[in-house]
C-alpha cells in the first residue's frame, strides 16, 4: 500500500502523465482553504457487495419496457411512487420520511469504469481502489478514501473507522485508520483485564493496542450499547455496526466505511433482495437515529460494483450487469429526487443490449461530495483520490 | 532447551514444544531442509492433472448456464467439489504445520507462497492457487529460485490471477484480427514483485517490452500452460539492455532466468526473507552477504538461507517481529496439544468457525490478501486493536471449545508454550487468573506469544 505512489510514478502512456502530476499532489496538496482538519461534516460510505439491482431497489415503473423486461420482478405491486418515473421498492418503506424531508436521494444508471467482465472481484477492487481502466485491477493497493485522507495533513487515526468484519480496501492505504468490528467480543473479567495489562505493560505496540481494544470492547459490551439495543435476528448484525459507528461519528471520527455483502440475486430475487433492502434501511434508520443532530451534517454514499441486467434471468433473479444505482441518505444532502441522467430501456439504449446504460460515474459524485463536504480542491479529487476522473459540473446535490 | 532452541522454534517455526526428531540449530535447520518433504509425505495434495481436471468441470458448468444448457444449481455442485478440494488444502497447511519437524520448511512454504501470492478471481480458480504452492512453490524452497520463478510465473494460478491469459500481441496475427492487446500485469510484478523488486534500476519500457515478450503465454482449462504462437508479438523485444528472440517458450523461459540472476533480485530476495524471519529493519551488510551467497550459488537458496542462520542476530533476542494470524492460530493449536489428525477429520463447520474465520478478524482473510504483494510484514499492521481484540477474544474461547481446557493447568501450560521465553510477570499472572479458561488465555495472548 505504501508502494502506490511509486508504483503509479512507474506506470506508462496515459497512467502515468496524470499519475505523475497526481504524485507530489498526495504529500503537498491540503484543502482549498489550506485546513489541517476535515470540519464538522461526516461522510459515511458503504459497500454492497455482490452487485445490488438498482433496477429492483428503484424501479423505473413510468418506462412502460420496464414491465416487459421484468414480467414478475416489475410487476410493480406495493411500489411506493418518488416521482413520474420512479418507484421505491416497499422494503425500504421505512425510508420515505426520509425521502419527504430531503435526507434521501438515488443517482440511476450510474456505476464504476469497470466494464465487461463482470467479475466481483474486479468489480469490487475498481470500487474501492477509486481507479480507471488503465490501471491493471490488482495494482493499486490503497482505496480511494484512503488517498483522500492521505491528502489531509495532521489526521488523527480516529478520524476514519473501518467498520465491521470484512477487509475494507476503501479505507486501506497510508493514512492511519481506525478499524473495529463489533464482532470481536471480548468478554474480560476485571481480573483478566487487569492481568492482561500487566503483560502488556513492557511492549508498547502491545499495551496500546490491547489497551484499545479493551477500552472499545468494554464499550460496546457494556452500558455504551444500551439495554434498549434490540437483536432482531437477521438485522442484529448491521444495527450493531450501526450503532458502533454512529457512537463514533457522534464524537470525533469524520469518515466511516461498511460493507454489506449479500447483493448477488441470480435467483429468487423477489425474496432476496427484500431482506438485503431492509438491512440497508436498518443502518440508515439506526445511523440516523444514534447521531442525533450530527446527521443533518452527514451524508452517506451506498454504492456497489456494478448493476445487474435489465432483464429477469431463467431463475427469478437476475444476473451481473454494469449501470446501477447509488444511494444518498443524510442531513447534508438535497435529497427527495433522482439524480443521473436516465438512459431508458430500449434496447438500443441498453449497454450491450443487455445491461441499463451508464451516464454517470460513480466516482464523480463520491468527488463532489467530498469536495462539497471538506472543500478538497478539484485538482486533488481528479488527481490523487480518483486519477483520470473528470468531474464535470457541479451537480449540487448538497445543502 | 536453550533460549536459543526456544526462540528458533517461535522465529523459524510454529513454536513450542517442539515434535520430535525436530532439527536444533543453524546446521540441523539446514539438514532438514536439504532431505525429503516431511509435511507433503505426510499429507499429500492431489496431483495437478487431478485439480486441473477439477477446475475445468466448474469452468465448463459456469459456461453451461451462461448458454443455458445448464442451471445454477449443477454449477453450486461442481462448485461445492472444488471448494471442498480447497478446504483441504487449508487443513492440510495446519497438519504439516503441526506434525512434520521440518517447521522451518514449512515456514518458507508460506513465505515463498506468499511470494508468489495469487488470489482465486473465480470461486473455482481457488484449487489452481493451491496447486501453485504445492508444486510451483514447495519444491523449490530448498533448490533455485531460477527454477521457482519459471514454475510460479508460468503456472495457471499466476497466468489467470495477473491477466496473462488476456494478454495479447497486438502486432500478433490474432492481436490484428481481433484488435486486442497487452495486459501488463504479470511483466510488471514478475519485475517489481516477483525479483527485481519495486525501486529497482528499470524503466517502464522495460515492463512493456517483457509484456510483450511474454504474450502466446495462454491458459487452456483442463490442459494448463499453452503456448499460442499466434498471439505473441512478432519480433525480438529489450529488457535490462538484453534481447530476447525467437520462437516460443525459449525467450520467456530466458527472460526469467536472466532476471533470477540479476543482482537487484538477490538484494530484494534477500531484504524479504530477513525482514520476514529476523526484524523489520534488517542489517543492510547481512542482505548483502545473503545477495553475494545467491549469486555466487547460482541462484540456489540453502546458501542465502545459511548466511542468514550464521548472523549473530539469528538465534538471539529480542523477538522484534509479530506472528502472522496464521502462525498465532497454528501455535496455539501446537501449545494446547491439538492433534493434526484432529486438525483434518474435525467437522467441516468446527474448522471454518474455529481456525479459519477467526483470521479474518485478525486481519488476515484466509487466501485473500488485498493485491499481489501478499500478507504485510511490519508487527505494527498486525497488532491493532482489532486485531490483537481478536486474538484476545480467540486465546479467551477457543481452548475450552476445543476441549482443551478442561483439566489444563494454566501454570504448566506457560512453561510448555513458552519454555524458557516466559517472562517470571506472566507466570505470576497466569497463576493469579481466576479460572483455567483466563489462565490459558493470557499466555497466548501474550506479547511473548505473539512475538517471534
Known sequence: MRDVTRRLFLRGGLAAACSAAAHPLLTTMTFAQGAAQLGENRLIVVILRGAMDGLDAVQPVGDPLFARLRPKLGSGAGVLPLDGLF????????????????????????????????????????????????????????????????????????????????????????????????????????????????????????????????????????????????????????????????????????????????????????????QQLQGLERLILTLRAQMGSTWDRTMLLAMTEFGRTVAENGSDGTDHGTGGAMLMAGGALKGGRIYGRWPGLAEEALYERRDLMPTSDVRGWAAWAMRGLYGLDRRVLEQAVFPGLDMGDDPGFLR | MSEADDIAAFRYGYGLPLPEGAPR???????????????????????????????????????????????????????????????????????????????????????????FTTVARLREHVVLTGDLAERAVRPHLAGRFTDMLLAADLHPAMLLYLDQSSSIGPGSAFGQRKGRGLNENLAREAIELHTLGVGAGYAQDDVRQLAELLTGLGFKPGAGLVFYPRRAEPGAEEVLGQSYDGEGMAPVRRVLEDLAHHPETARHLSRKLATHFLTDTPDPDLIERMAAAYLAHDTALLPVYEVMLSDPSAFAAPRQKARQPVEFIIGSLRALEVTPEQVMTMPAKRFADLLIAPMRLMGQEWGRPIGPDGWAEEAAVWITPQGLGARIAWAMDTPDRLGRAEGADPRGFVLRALGSLAPEMLRIAVARSESTRDGLGLVLASPEFNRR
Do not use: C
Not at chain 1, 452500558?223 to 457512537?247: I, K, N, S, V
Not at chain 2, 466448474?58 to 444448457?69: F, L, P, Q, S, Y
Open chain 1, 87 to 274: 418507484g421505491l421498492h416497499p422494503a425500504m418503506a421505512g425510508l420515505l420520511p426520509l425521502w419527504s424531508a430531503g435526507e434521501l436521494a438515488f443517482v440511476h444508471a450510474t456505476s464504476t469504469p469497470y466494464r465487461d467482465k463482470r467479475s466481483h472481484f474486479d468489480g469490487q477492487d475498481i470500487l474501492e481502489a477509486g481507479t480507471g481502466l488503465d490501471v491493471p485491477v490488482p495494482e493499486v493497493r490503497d482505496g480511494w478514501l484512503n488517498r483522500m485522507l492521505q491528502a489531509v495533513p495532521g489526521l488523527s487515526a480516529e478520524t476514519a473507522y473501518a467498520v465491521g468484519r470484512e477487509a475494507l480496501p476503501l479505507l486501506a492505504g497510508a493514512a492511519e485508520v481506525r478499524r473495529w468490528t463489533p464482532e470481536v467480543t471480548l468478554t474480560l473479567s476485571a481480573q483478566s483485564r487487569l492481568l492482561l495489562e500487566q503483560v502488556y505493560h513492557d511492549d508498547a505496540l502491545f499495551r496500546d493496542a490491547g489497551g484499545a481494544a479493551m477500552d472499545l470492547a468494554a464499550e460496546l459490551g457494556g452500558g455504551g450499547m444500551g439495554a434498549d439495543m434490540q437483536t432482531p435476528g437477521r438485522y442484529a448484525d448491521t444495527e450493531m455496526l450501526a450503532r458502533f459507528a454512529a457512537d463514533r461519528l457522534r464524537g470525533e471520527t469524520r469518515i466511516a466505511a461498511f460493507s454489506l455483502s449479500g447483493w448477488d440475486t441470480h435467483r429468487r430475487q423477489g425474496t432476496a433482495l427484500p
Open chain 2, 25 to 115: 540449530g543453524a546446521a540441523e535447520l539446514l539438514n532438514a531442509l536439504a532431505g525429503p518433504d516431511t509435511g507433503q509425505a505426510l499429507f499429500p495434495a492431489p496431483a495437478t492433472p487431478e485439480l486441473l481436471a477439477l477446475h475445468e468441470t466448474a469452468v465448463k458448468a459456469r459456461a453451461d448456464v451462461r448458454k443455458g444448457t445448464a442451471t445454477r444449481k449443477e454449477f453450486r455442485k461442481h462448485l461445492k467439489r472444488v471448494e471442498r478440494e480447497a478446504e483441504a488444502f487449508s487443513r492440510r497447511t495446519f497438519a504439516r504445520a503441526l506434525a512434520s519437524p521440518d517447521g522451518f520448511r514449512e515456514r518458507l512454504a508460506w513465505f515463498w507462497a506468499d511470494h
